[in-house]
């Protein structure tokens, strides 16, 4: 969709106001004439228009897209930078020059974000006014694709934004490869419309025989699959390679091998990762909080505790089955169209599974899904 640039309105949310229910408008007029709101000292520089009730919004001029008002800024003052981790109002961007900068972020921005604690999130791409001493002022947060976010008390929280691929580790042994979890993630990247890659680690710990079923299954879905060896040093090329100009998110149980894969494909990591982690444990709400790793050849991975146990996306149960793309040709046999493909007769997916064209093995990780174990 192409963008218009052009003055907008924006009606703004007094200073300190619990927020008006959405769409009262003609509410939110009369506060603002009953009581103007002061500018502050983030406000100052943003012009004031108009007369009455319009001169309590501010007119900037900016580009409107499916996210709302994206304010255009003075280019030329303005670096471009990428959030790598993001703590209440205070976030730590790379900018584009290399260097790292402690932002806050313009008060504008927060008004006009759905949820102050969204207004800037790990991973997002942003302009900001690099001031002294390695501070900054974000003026402008770009659109985002490939959220995650957590849902707690019905309100999405974006913990992670831009992520474009997921790399779902597993491995040989040590633990057992556990390939329903393998098969949840997948559900979860085709729910955010990411890429996936699946990588089963430790493979000096089994016979190439008994991954050939696994690669099997996994190709036949699309999935680029990656048999490595963190220890070793196999399939780190090729993981190099997946992972170059693009920001993953990792995801698999404890103890798969994923720092030590990490650690394998950048082997300067380890000086990255405590850099970052400093900074982030300034704060007391340290553990939840995503932080990105930069990757020398170009690209970012991103590191969130919670994300690596949890489900990235929510998925319900009826949207399980369409995730499960080898099923859809014999889901149009089914002879109810509300077919569950557990226990009903007539079920074009338990008859494809007895036949061998199913594998059972996904099968049962759809069964064990939609069951919600
Ligand atoms: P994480 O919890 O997924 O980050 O896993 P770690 O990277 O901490 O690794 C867990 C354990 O598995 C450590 O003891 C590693 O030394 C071991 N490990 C990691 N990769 C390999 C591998 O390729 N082969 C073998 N045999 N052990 C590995
Ligand atoms: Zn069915």
């Given at each position: 969709?192409?963008?218009?640039?052009?003055k907008l309105?924006?009606?703004?949310?007094?200073?300190?106001?619990?927020?008006?229910?959405r769409?009262?408008?003609?509410?939110?007029?009369?506060?603002?004439?009953?009581?103007?709101?002061?500018?502050?000292?983030?406000?100052?520089?943003?012009?004031?228009?108009g007369?009455?009730?319009?001169?309590?919004?501010?007119?900037?001029?900016?580009?409107?897209?499916?996210?709302?008002?994206?304010?255009?800024?003075?280019?030329?003052?303005?670096?471009?930078?990428?959030?790598?981790?993001?703590?209440?109002?205070?976030?730590?961007?790379?900018?584009d020059d290399?260097?790292?900068?402690?932002?806050?972020?313009?008060r504008v921005?927060?008004?006009?974000?759905?949820?102050?604690?969204?207004?800037?999130?790990?991973?997002?791409?942003?302009?900001?006014?690099?001031?002294?001493?390695?501070?900054?002022?974000?003026?402008?947060?770009e659109?985002?694709?490939?959220?995650?976010?957590?849902?707690?008390?019905?309100?999405?929280?974006?913990i992670?934004?831009?992520?474009?691929?997921?790399?779902?580790?597993?491995?040989?042994?040590?633990?057992?490869?556990?390939?329903?979890?393998?098969?949840?993630f997948?559900?979860s990247?085709?729910?955010?419309?990411?890429?996936?890659?699946?990588?089963?680690?430790?493979?000096?710990?089994?016979?190439?025989?008994?991954?050939?079923?696994?690669?099997?299954?996994?190709?036949?879905?699309?999935c680029?699959?990656?048999?490595?060896?963190?220890?070793?040093?196999?399939?780190?090329?090729?993981?190099?390679?997946?992972?170059?100009?693009?920001?993953?998110?990792?995801?698999?149980?404890?103890?798969?091998?994923k720092?030590?894969?990490?650690?394998?494909?950048?082997?300067?990591?380890?000086?990255?990762?405590?850099?970052?982690?400093?900074?982030?444990?300034?704060?007391r709400?340290?553990?939840?909080?995503?932080?990105?790793?930069?990757?020398?050849?170009?690209?970012w991975?991103?590191?969130?505790?919670?994300?690596r146990?949890?489900?990235?996306?929510?998925?319900?149960?009826?949207?399980?089955?369409?995730?499960f793309?080898?099923?859809?040709?014999?889901?149009?046999?089914?002879?109810?169209?509300?077919?569950?493909?557990?226990?009903?007769?007539?079920?074009?997916?338990?008859?494809?599974?007895?036949?061998?064209?199913?594998?059972?093995?996904?099968?049962?990780?759809?069964?064990?899904?939609?069951?919600?174990?």
């Open positions: 969709m192409a963008k218009k640039k052009r309105r924006v009606e703004f949310r007094k200073n300190r106001e619990k927020r008006a229910r769409g009262d408008l003609t509410r939110r007029a009369v506060d603002s004439l009953e009581q103007p709101a002061a500018p502050d000292d983030f406000d100052a520089r943003e012009s004031l228009s007369k009455g009730a319009l001169s309590r919004r501010r007119t900037v001029i900016g580009t409107e897209d499916e996210a709302g008002v994206v304010r255009d800024v003075d280019l030329s003052k303005c670096l471009s930078g990428r959030v790598l981790s993001s703590r209440g109002l205070h976030s730590l961007v790379r900018g290399g260097a790292r900068y402690d932002c806050t972020v313009r921005l927060r008004t006009m974000s759905r949820d102050e604690r969204n207004a800037v999130v790990t991973g997002d791409i942003v302009l900001f006014q690099p001031g002294g001493e390695g501070q900054g002022v974000i003026e402008r947060v659109p985002r694709s490939g959220t995650i976010s957590r849902t707690s008390k019905g309100r999405e929280h974006v992670v934004a831009n992520v474009d691929q997921v790399l779902i580790v597993g491995s040989a042994g040590e633990p057992a490869l556990k390939a329903n979890l393998i098969d949840r997948l559900v990247a085709g729910k955010g419309n990411v890429r996936a890659v699946v990588c089963v680690n430790k493979v000096d710990l089994t016979e190439p025989a008994g991954l050939v079923s696994i690669a099997g299954i996994y190709g036949r879905l699309g680029e699959v990656v048999f490595a060896s963190a220890t070793q040093g196999a399939g780190i090329g090729r993981l190099r390679a997946l992972l170059k100009n693009r920001q993953t998110v990792l995801a698999g149980q404890s103890g798969v091998g720092s030590s894969l990490l650690n394998a494909i950048e082997p300067s990591l380890e000086l990255a990762v405590s850099s970052v982690s400093e900074w982030t444990q300034k704060g709400h340290t553990t939840r909080a995503a932080t990105l790793i930069e990757l020398g050849a170009g690209g991975v991103v590191d969130t505790p919670g994300i146990q949890l489900d990235l996306w929510d998925v319900s149960p009826e949207e399980v089955e369409g995730h793309v080898e099923f859809r040709p014999f889901v149009t046999l089914c002879r109810f169209p509300d077919c569950t493909h557990t226990h009903e007769t007539g079920c074009g997916v338990q008859q494809a599974v007895a036949r061998d064209m199913i594998t059972r093995m996904r099968y049962e990780s759809y069964v064990r899904m939609i069951e919600g174990d």
